[in-house]
């Protein structure tokens, strides 16, 4: 760890809501003018709005349950904002700030803490997790205690009904961010390793891969059409996840260079989605998530989030100093090397 942790503890901190933290910025950094910083920025910033760009319909239960909690424990700043998906997203992008790399220990102390403690989650703990976030934060944690006793994990009978979903993108987009200027076979070294660990070795990580680099290279500032052309994969529209994949290269092929008319067109693809049970986040990113990939990507590609998103914002200065630190320990993390 390239700082003392007492210095990134902010971002970790339990019981604290993301718009509530008090964040500290790296020293000697200064990327306010820096367009690798500022592609970073735009995009963990837009990945963050596409709840809100889309027209919920919250059940009046829902809405006493967070006035319940608010007064069981005494919390007046819940708020519905993110999805799960998204919490988790920012979960890992904290642990590779504070850590200064990926470190599976690091990842499920950070996973554990948004379930247990509602950590980095503008809901607190109001709602439990869906089955699928269950079962791949499980399955994470079990694999590696058994690896850490020397214990043999029947991967194939533990991930037999566990299935990636389309939201996994965004979960395991961190690796995109921390690692842009790393080598690809660092990225797919640690993409492998989750991928396994949370969905098992029957799951491609094909699809992953191709994400990851998707946003590396719009991170990177390539033009829109040369990272179009890098595309690899090819449809399948059996599969749900690369199905997501190419409806998103759709949009990007087709929003004439203007984000607002990618949302557009995104709205118009909103996912359907069976409910679980009763006490879910209503915010859910399976059914947003084709929103939420073109905001995180074209973003980045654009270098720009329109006005009118942007005073949208939850937490913007948690997320920018977090940005911040992200450059700061990639940076780090490439010294040492």
């Not at 409910?275 to 720009?304: G, R």
Request: aromatic share 10%; with cysteine.
């Amino acid at each position: 760890m390239s700082l003392e942790c007492e210095e990134k503890d902010w971002m970790i901190e339990l019981g604290v809501r993301p718009n509530k933290m008090s964040p500290i910025d790296p020293p000697s950094i200064n990327n306010n003018n820096n367009e690798d910083y500022s592609r970073l920025l735009s995009s963990m910033y837009a990945m963050t709005l596409g709840e809100n760009l889309f027209s919920h319909n919250i059940d009046p239960y829902i809405l006493e349950h967070i006035e319940m909690e608010k007064e069981f424990m005494e919390q007046d700043d819940l708020a519905l904002v993110w999805s799960d998906d998204i919490s988790l997203t920012l979960c890992f992008l904290a642990s590779l700030a504070h850590h200064g790399d990926y470190s599976q220990d690091h990842l499920l102390k950070r996973y554990f803490q948004w379930w247990m403690n509602g950590y980095m989650c503008p809901a607190g703990h109001c709602f439990t997790p869906r089955v699928h976030l269950k079962k791949s934060i499980d399955l994470f944690g079990e694999t590696q205690a058994a690896q850490a006793l020397g214990i043999a994990v029947d991967m194939d009978r533990k991930t037999s009904k566990l299935i990636a979903t389309p939201s996994s993108l965004l979960r395991l987009s961190p690796i995109g961010y921390f690692y842009c200027k790393h080598s690809y076979s660092k990225r797919l070294e640690i993409t492998k390793d989750l991928v396994e660990r949370m969905f098992g070795k029957k799951t491609s990580i094909d699809i992953f891969i191709e994400y990851i680099e998707l946003l590396v290279n719009s991170l990177n500032g390539f033009s829109k059409e040369n990272i179009l052309k890098n595309i690899n994969m090819k449809l399948n529209s059996n599969d749900l996840i690369n199905k997501t994949f190419f409806d998103l290269i759709d949009l990007l092929s087709n929003d004439n260079n203007n984000i607002e008319q990618g949302i557009k067109y995104a709205l118009e693809k909103i996912y359907s989605s069976n409910k679980e049970c009763k006490y879910l986040n209503p915010f859910d990113s399976n059914e947003t998530i084709l929103l939420t990939l073109y905001l995180q990507i074209s973003s980045a590609i654009y270098n720009t989030i329109p006005d009118n998103l942007f005073q949208q914002i939850y937490a913007k200065e948690t997320i920018e100093s977090l940005a911040k630190w992200i450059v700061y320990e990639r940076n780090q993390n490439l010294h040492s090397i």
